[in-house]
């Protein structure tokens, strides 16, 4: 199953990468609206299939208020 989804994730991000390359080139707002679009739907996929490929998560990372200071700190 990896060895399949591995090839599918590595093109969903090339294109990816092609389309934020592309977005920063001058476009009309029709072409520009396109590539917005095509850049989601590409994202989206490769959401879907990343969590296909690899199921399991890490625990979150917690944030608490240090009591001096107010300072955010790692728990």
Known sequence: MIDENLPRLRAHR?????YRKRLATRLSNLECAYIERRLQEERASMDA?????????LP??????????????HV
């Open 60 to 73: 979150a990372v917690q944030r608490a208020t240090a009591d001096i200071g107010g300072e955010p700190r």
């Open 14 to 18: 090339i294109n990816v990468l092609r």
């Open 49 to 57: 299939l990343s969590q296909e490929t690899f199921p399991f998560s």
